[in-house]
């Protein structure tokens, strides 16, 4: 068990240290690459109207 925590620790630190040194995308480029994904607006549709009226009455 001691072995699994401490291959546990070290995984974990080779991780962060990765995640510490690879440099990240900016936060306009993330944008600008999901603004160019988007190819057409999402549709909005009032589904409101398609509800069925109350039966019945609350009294």
Same mark, same amino acid.
């Given at each position: 068990?001691? +072995?699994?925590? *401490? *291959?546990? #620790? %070290?995984? &974990?630190? #080779?991780?962060?240290? +990765?995640?510490?040194? /690879?440099?990240?995308?900016? /936060?306009?480029?993330?944008?600008?690459?999901?603004?160019?994904? %988007?190819?057409?607006?999402?549709?909005?549709?009032?589904?409101?109207?398609? %509800?069925?009226? #109350? %039966?019945? &009455?609350?009294?």
């Amino acid at each position: 068990m001691p +072995y699994l925590f *401490g *291959g546990l #620790v %070290i995984l &974990n630190a #080779v991780t962060l240290g +990765y995640y510490l040194f /690879v440099p990240q995308p900016s /936060v306009t480029q993330t944008l600008k690459a999901a603004q160019d994904e %988007i190819t057409q607006p999402l549709a909005f549709t009032n589904s409101a109207e398609y %509800i069925p009226p #109350v %039966i019945g &009455n609350r009294q």
